[in-house]
């Protein structure tokens, strides 16, 4: 279960190239705002929301890049967001529609509507994938992250059991297979983002992936690889011609 919400933006505003940190705020304060006491249960669950949301797209890329921040351009802005669970699609986009905008830091962005997005009735063996935000591949090893490309040894074993353990906190059984292979079809770009005050190494990617359906229409619906409440791991089926039905 997606969306897409199409704000106004004013030409000139400036927001933090790196802005998960700020939309996450802004979903939780919703949430909490929607109903405090769900919003405390979600929170409070464990390690998986099971949601994740793009970074902000701007049409046409209309913006300027001025060191840390971006100056916009254009006059619109979409934000998706995406999840497996009813309750948790159900509470956002009543919490968009009742707050009228989105709040990125100091920036008041006007919701101008908010459409849901056909998902594909099928998802195969093999898709196509690209990133609407950075995918975060990592593990602890003697107290500190070590960070992963998809060139490293390891990296489709942490994805697959990853969205293994997500199949698990969703439906309480265990998955029938896994992801067998992950391989990119462009370069993939390395990134670095600030989350709070922490920074994470990531990537955005054009990739190609194989292995159990299940996990990977999981992976579709609510991220591949960590931090995806935090705005990691949302992507786009490449052959997608979904239409949007209008709220």
Not at 95 to 102: I, K, M
Not at 128 to 141: E, H, K
Request: aromatic content about 10%.
């Amino acid at each position: 279960m997606r969306v897409d919400v199409e704000l106004s933006v004013v030409p000139g505003t400036v927001i933090p190239m790196d802005h998960q940190y700020l939309l996450a705020s802004w979903i939780y304060r919703t949430f909490e705002r929607v109903d405090g006491e769900w919003s405390s249960r979600l929170h409070g669950s464990g390690r998986y929301k099971l949601y994740t949301f793009s970074q902000l797209m701007i049409p046409g890329r209309r913006f300027r890049v001025r060191g840390d921040r971006m100056e916009v351009l254009g006059d619109m802005a979409h934000l998706q967001f995406s999840t497996a669970r009813e309750d948790v699609f159900v509470n956002f986009v009543r919490g968009v529609l009742e707050a009228g905008e989105v709040v990125v830091g100091r920036a008041r962005l006007p919701v101008l509507q908010v459409y849901v997005v056909r998902e594909p009735e099928r998802i195969g063996r093999r898709e196509r994938f690209y990133t609407l935000s950075p995918v975060i591949v990592s593990y602890t090893a003697g107290g500190r992250e070590v960070w992963l490309t998809p060139e490293d040894e390891g990296f489709v074993e942490l994805v697959s059991r990853n969205l293994e353990n997500k199949y698990r906190a969703l439906y309480g059984r265990d998955p029938d297979g896994c992801v067998e292979r992950i391989t990119p079809l462009r370069e993939p770009k390395r990134k670095l983002k600030r989350v709070g005050n922490a920074m994470h190494r990531c990537v955005e990617m054009y990739f190609e992936v194989e292995g159990d359906e299940e996990l990977i229409r999981l992976g579709y619906q609510v991220g591949f690889g960590r931090r995806n409440s935090m705005g990691f791991g949302m992507v786009k089926r490449v052959v997608d011609r979904a239409g949007r039905k209008s709220l």
